[in-house]
């Protein structure tokens, strides 16, 4: 029994290896080798071929891919400066327009118009001034010198006031006078009470008792005039006195180094800081003309260049906040692109003035063009760095137009 077996299993051995030898052999293909940092897996077993989503210069050793936009070649975001209400919109979307056209204007010309005229006037008002200063100055300097001529008369007299408070008030002739006086004054008052005395126990209606009582007071009168005009006249000037003779006297001597100081300005022509001071006031005047002219410029928001107005953001009777925008124009005749998702990893290879080939896919057309300017700073898309890179079309191909979807090849 047991050779039987092992027989048995040496035929079925033999039955199953004559029936795998006639099965066809299988050829297995090979995994494709993905190359890192050309944005393109190339397969080691089949050559890649051209199509319109793959431009022959992407199949080149080193090709760089990126995708993009079209965009305006110039586009301006026109926005108010200080805001208003709309008073009127003049263009709509679509319309060509012309460089310097007015699109839409703000309410406040009356107001913004009265500050020009107000802004005008001062600068009429500054630059006669400064002309009738400079021919006013050869009057100045005159004025000036008989400023000066009459200071110092001043101190001249001030100085004497000051030095006759040196010495007693009055003079030797005066107070001779003065003592002479007192004299007088003395005998008269003597001779009046005496004859007082002679009618002096007579009755208070009596005439002769009545004037010699009036000539005794006016002797007394005089004699005490006397007196006290003497003792002023014998004696020292008081501290007040002293002190206001003395502050004369400075004042007089600044009032003369002002004076002369002023002289000295004008010799060589007008005040310099006076000129300075109307000059400046011309050059403010021109200043808030200019300003209030272009408050008044401002009201109306007009076309940059020539375009085509690709949107409008207001209407005739709204509030336009400062800042706004309110208007876009765009030169739709110069269209371009610009790229998006240009990677850090490529951007070393792409240079200003690179051949490049542009895939339309809406118009399904390529188009040559060249790298006109290449991002210094890079974008985050998606976590990604990408730079951002403008090619000039070599032509812009019937129906292209703002916004359509690309592919760009940069050719090695």
């Known amino acids: 029994i047991k ?29 494709p ?16 071929t051209a199509s319109l989503d793959e431009s022959p210069a992407v ?25 208003g209400k709309v008073q009127a919109v003049y263009a709509a979307v679509g319309d060509p327009v012309r460089e310097g056209q007015a699109l839409v204007k703000l309410a406040g010309e ?10 005008s006037m001062e600068l009429l008002a500054a630059e006669q001034a400064l002309r009738i200063f400079n021919d006013n100055a050869g009057q100045a300097r005159t004025t000036a010198q008989l400023r000066l ?13 000051r030095a006759w408070k040196e010495y007693r008030n ?45 000539a ?18 014998l004696a020292m000037p008081s501290t007040i006195a002293v002190n206001q003779a003395e502050a004369e006297l400075q004042a007089a001597q600044a009032e003369v180094e002002s004076a002369q100081a002023e002289v000295d300005r004008l010799k060589e022509g007008a005040d310099p800081d006076a000129l300075a001071l109307a000059e400046a006031r011309v050059s403010n005047a021109r200043a808030q003309l200019k300003a209030s002219q272009a408050a008044l410029d401002e009201l109306e928001l007009k076309a940059p260049f020539d375009g085509t107005v690709s949107r409008i953001t ?14 876009i124009v765009a030169d739709l005749e110069r269209l371009q692109v610009e790229t998006t998702d240009l990677s850090e990893r490529d951007v070393a290879r792409v240079r200003v003035d690179q051949l490049v080939t542009v895939t339309l896919k809406a118009l399904g057309q390529n188009v040559s063009g060249r790298v006109v300017e290449v991002a210094p700073l890079a974008d985050i898309l998606g976590g990604d760095v990408v730079y951002q890179t403008v090619i000039e079309l070599d032509n812009q191909p019937e129906g292209l137009r703002a916004g359509m979807s690309v592919e760009v090849y940069y050719g090695e």
């Open 216 to 233: 005794l007071a006016n002797a007394r009168k005089a004699y005490d005039r006397a007196v006290a005009n003497l003792n002023y006249l």
């Open 3 to 31: 050779m039987k077996t092992k027989a048995l299993m040496v035929l079925l051995l033999a039955v199953f290896l004559s029936g795998c030898g006639s099965l066809p052999k299988a050829t297995p293909t090979p995994l």
């Open 149 to 161: 001529a009459n200071a110092q008369q001043a101190l001249d007299e001030a100085e004497k006031r």
């Open 110 to 119: 009356e107001k913004l118009a009265a500050a020009v005229e107000a802004a």
């Open 33 to 48: 080798t993905v190359v890192l940092g050309d944005n393109a897996a190339t397969s080691s077993s089949a050559p890649a």
């Open 170 to 214: 009055g003079s030797q002739s005066t107070i001779d006078a003065a003592q002479a006086d007192v004299i007088l004054a003395k005998n008269t008052l003597e001779d009046a009470e005496e004859a007082y005395s002679a009618v002096a126990d007579s009755a208070e209606d009596n005439l002769n008792r009545a004037a010699a009582l009036s």
């Open 59 to 83: 199949l080149a050793e080193g090709g760089v891919r990126a995708a993009g936009f079209v965009v305006p070649a110039q586009e301006a975001q026109i926005t108010t400066i200080a805001g």
């Open 314 to 327: 207001v209407q005739a009777g709204e509030w336009a906040a400062a800042g706004q925008v309110v208007v």
